[in-house]
């Protein structure tokens, strides 16, 4: 159980070794937090030193995205080990490339089942623990490029638009359950994901995405742009003509 | 673990009345005829009673099991032995509408009549009488409790006294009150003389405390905790006792016991969501409530809610914070830490935080209950909203403080606790268990705070 002050007691990271998804861990864990999973597909490299602190538990376990039949059990498993799970944060995600995607669709279904299937069960399975228990906070990466679709990353884009409209409905589905969910929409982020990639403009670092989120977080807000101003340019770039949005130069 | 629960009924998101940290529960009405049988249906996470919701945090809460609300029962007057055996549902509101104009007063009053008396049991509650009165459990004589088992015992002092022990101050989760039998204080009018005196330093209001305290029944202190300088802590010292028949007026003595409580307004729904507390108005709040006072008056007459309940004239005033809600922070240190105490306070004024509420008090001596708050020494209460600021490290280094002086702090106010900060304050905890562990195997009863704190 959280207390009043919006500090959890147990946090969940789902992709583990996510940048962004560690970054909120970091702004979220308090001296109330006793414990932390970092739950990925290689547990040996989520680096649990990085969260090394008196009185914190930081456990990290085997979790594949794209089993989607394992989920549930692995949630069930998580509340059985360590009690209620107060905030739970869904940071798994892959970017893909364009050219894999073009030489072998078969690569895009897998970014796809991973971003969004693999989102979806995920978010399920955490939802309904946090109804079973009455209470629970759910951060949910989204990302802007679902906001509008670009030639650039329209696969990956796709799936966040996908997980970003099922979360909203989600948070939705469980007001008034004592759960809520956040979505989180951050821009171009200058993390190992990225790495290589032409930075696009209002580019943003995975800590200030976490110091955003966690205020986000504790204020209750559904939605929560990294940074703020990209809510506004998302705005316009929305209702742009398609022929002048293919061309504007967004990296 | 929850195969086997029946299905789940509609549930609705309980806070407590700092409005924070809501979970949902499934709000279940029953009476004295009905509670066994919701007890018996109580799904894997258990049950909780409540009250009138007025703990600050979440021990009237319970995600994702059941939260029982017990309907008031009746007052039975024993005017043979000056006592009364109340349902445990039954609010002190309710119950000095009965009780005064017969001539009597509660034991204990806390700031509000909008507790119950099984929540005034379960968390032990003080007032401005307990230098001298001690806490509500120290007055009650018998409590009957429905176990986990459904079973009813009778409990007292003289009759199972750790289980009743346990049950004062322990936050409904030793079993179900249904009712209660407590002494009640004869009371000649409905008034009350009261002494009130500026003082401009907190060592002014210290000083005058520690002198005046045995004479008075009723004695607690405001502090103005954004005054600066030399006045730190300045504040507004009351002093009160039940007045007499002959210090009543002749227009006033007509009709010596009359009582009347009324609301005068309420807090609209839709505050902003910051609410309306910040320095710039609590300034000038503090400023006019310390200038308000009289440096000196002595034997005022007040009526009964006007010295005791003063926040209960305003309707839901707890939403002055705004939708993100607030938390009180109440600690007790003993005598020999008061430098602590002053030190809080400096720190306090030194953050100029936008506080208004504030309480100082001298505790008596504690009674035998494992987990009730008050010792001797001083306490301090002050109302913080939480959306003002990040309050945490601030809470947390005053925690350290007031253990390390031995203090503690009050379970029905706590919001902000961890389960370490709790147990160094309350050092019999396993003394509690062992005895919460023999009614109560399966572990039926639990709160949002059960849970938070690992209580049980």
New interface residues.
């Given amino acids: ?7 959890a ?1 147990t946090i969940v990271v789902l992709g583990g070794t996510s940048e962004i998804g560690r970054a909120i861990a970091a702004e979220l864990v ?3 937090t ?1 414990t932390l999973v970092l739950a990925c597909r290689r547990p040996d490299e989520a680096n649990p030193a990085a969260f090394a602190r008196e ?1 914190l538990e930081v456990v990290t376990t085997y979790f594949d995205a794209a089993a989607t039949d394992t989920h549930d059990p692995f949630v069930r498993g998580l509340a ?1 080990d360590h ?2 799970l107060d905030v739970v944060v869904v940071a798994f995600g892959q970017l893909g490339d364009q050219a894999d995607f073009d030489a072998d669709p078969s690569a895009a279904a897998e970014v796809v089942h991973v971003n969004y299937t693999g989102a979806v069960t995920a978010c399920l399975a955490v939802a309904g623990q946090m ?5 629970g906070h759910i951060a949910v990466l989204s990302s802007v490029a679902g906001e509008r679709a670009r030639a650039a990353n329209y696969v990956y884009g796709s799936s966040k638009a996908g997980l970003d409209a099922f979360a909203q409905g989600l948070g939705d589905a469980v007001h ?4 809520r969910v956040t979505v989180v929409r951050p821009g171009f982020v200058h993390s190992r994901m990225t790495r290589g990639m032409k930075s696009a403009p209002f580019a943003t670092t995975p800590r200030v995405v976490g110091e955003l989120t966690a205020e986000a977080m504790r ?2 807000k559904h939605t929560v742009w990294t940074p703020g101003i990209l809510r506004y340019v998302f705005m316009v770039l929305r209702h742009l003509p398609r022929p002048v949005f293919r061309r504007l130069p967004l990296g | 673990m929850d195969a086997n629960d029946p299905a789940p009924a509609p549930r609705v998101e309980l806070t407590g009345f700092g409005l924070t940290n809501p979970s949902a529960a499934s709000l279940v009405e029953i009476d004295v005829a009905t509670a066994a049988a919701a007890i018996k249906d109580l799904p894997s996470r258990g049950g909780i009673a409540r009250g009138l919701g007025r703990s600050y945090g979440d021990p009237a809460q319970n995600g994702g099991g059941h939260v029982l609300r017990l309907a008031p029962g009746s007052i039975v007057v024993d005017e043979s032995d000056h006592t009364a055996t109340v349902g445990a549902g039954v609010s002190i509101d309710d119950l000095l509408r009965v009780l005064v104009p017969r001539g009597y007063f509660v034991p204990v009053t806390p700031g509000t009549r909008y507790v119950t008396v099984g929540g005034a049991i379960a968390s032990d509650i003080h007032g401005k009488n307990h230098h001298l009165d001690g806490s509500f459990g120290t007055h009650v004589t018998n409590i009957r409790l429905m176990l986990a088992d459904t079973t009813i015992v009778e409990i007292g002092p003289d009759r199972d006294p750790e289980l009743f022990w346990a049950t004062v101050g322990g936050m409904g989760l030793t079993g179900l009150m249904l009712d209660a039998t407590f002494r009640l204080l004869p009371i000649e009018t409905s008034r009350i003389s009261v002494d009130t005196y500026r003082l401009g330093s907190l060592d002014e209001v210290m000083t005058e405390m520690v002198a005046s305290e045995s004479d008075f029944r009723y004695s607690v202190a405001w502090l103005d905790l954004l005054a600066t300088g030399r006045h730190v802590g300045r504040g507004v010292l009351t002093n009160g006792a039940h007045a007499t028949a002959g210090q009543l007026t002749a227009a006033e003595a007509g009709d010596p016991l009359e009582y009347r409580a009324d609301q005068l307004a309420v807090m609209p729904p839709l505050v902003p969501p910051s609410g309306v507390i910040n320095k710039l108005t609590v300034k000038a709040f503090n400023e006019m409530w310390y200038r308000k006072a009289p440096r000196s008056r002595r034997g005022e007459l007040q009526s009964i809610p006007t010295y005791f309940h003063p926040l209960d004239l305003v309707g839901h005033w707890n939403r002055v914070y705004g939708s993100e809600g607030f938390v009180q922070y109440q600690f007790h240190v003993p005598d020999d830490a008061v430098d602590v105490m002053v030190s809080i306070i400096h720190r306090l004024a030194a953050a100029q935080l936008p506080i208004f509420m504030t309480v100082l008090k001298r505790f008596g001596p504690g009674n035998p209950a494992p987990l009730s708050f008050p010792q001797s020494g001083w306490q301090l209460a002050i109302d913080i909203g939480v959306a003002r600021r990040r309050i945490g490290p601030l809470l947390g280094a005053f925690d350290r403080m007031v253990l390390d002086a031995g203090g503690r702090h009050y379970l029905a106010k706590d919001a902000t606790m961890t389960p370490e900060t709790f147990r160094r304050g309350y050092p019999r905890l396993a003394e509690w268990q062992d005895i919460r562990a023999r009614v109560d195997p399966a572990g039926v009863w639990a709160s949002d705070q059960s849970r938070r704190l690992r209580i049980t």
Avoid at chain 1, 1 to 7: C, R, T, V, W, Y
Avoid at chain 1, 131 to 135: A, F, L, T, W, Y
């Fill in positions: 159980m959280q207390n009043a002050l919006h500090e007691q308090t001296p109330a006793r009185g059985a009690g209620d109804k079973r228990q009455g209470h008034g359950a004592g759960v204020k209750g």
